[in-house]
């Protein structure tokens, strides 16, 4: 799997949610090997779109199309300011990756020194889903600098608060301290999704 991220402030928040929905209606079905996307906006104004394809040769045979270059350029319009692109071919899935079922969703974007050891956390799903049945889903992003996005869905984001009051296990804590010691936190209180 390949993900793309793209970040960006946005004001004009109505006319580009009916703009990612046109894509979907319009141009996704000429999209070979597009997956599926998750989307939504920070309390800060930021569009936030964690878009996921089978490949990068995929994704990039998607950006090479004229009607997918005509469509960038009315998003790029609606914006405040330039998007922001990050393309992980490191994908790692926690409980299936994400959720079409979720009623929230946070982001979290950080950096680590030691990519396999934050993949070998996301892989081991047994503890952190006992611990937090709240939990549906997750995709871990990985750059090749360790630079990494995390999109975690949840059941709702009252079970997320209440589940973020419960101590995890000690050598989860300690895990979880080590990847988010640099980490920023994105809330999608209303994330919409897309799949092919």
């Not at 998750?38 to 009607?67: C, H, K």
């Not at 009252?158 to 300690?174: L, N, S």
Request: aromatic letters at 8%; one cysteine or more; glycine letters at 8%.
């Amino acid at each position: 799997m390949f993900i793309q991220v793209v970040q960006g402030p946005c004001s004009r928040q109505d006319e580009v949610h009916q703009l990612l929905d046109e894509w979907r209606r319009d141009l996704a079905p000429g999209a070979d090997g597009w997956l599926g996307g998750t989307y939504g906006f920070t309390d800060d104004g930021q569009l936030i779109g964690v878009v996921r394809f089978d490949s990068r040769e995929a994704a990039t045979a998607n950006s090479e199309r004229p009607e997918q270059g005509e469509w960038a350029q009315r998003l790029t319009a609606l914006m405040d300011g330039p998007l922001e692109f990050h393309d992980c071919d490191d994908v790692t899935l926690m409980l299936d990756g994400g959720s079409d079922d979720a009623g929230f969703v946070q982001i979290i974007r950080g950096k680590v020194d030691d990519p396999e050891r934050l993949k070998a956390m996301m892989a081991d799903t047994r503890a952190l889903h006992e611990a937090r049945p709240d939990v549906i889903g997750a995709t871990l992003a990985l750059e090749p600098d360790g630079t990494f996005t995390e999109t975690v869905a949840f059941t709702s984001e009252a079970e997320a608060r209440r589940g973020e009051q419960i101590p995890p296990p000690a050598d989860v804590q300690r895990e979880l301290a080590y990847a988010m010691q640099s980490a920023t936190f994105y809330d999608l209180h209303q994330p919409w999704f897309e799949s092919a």
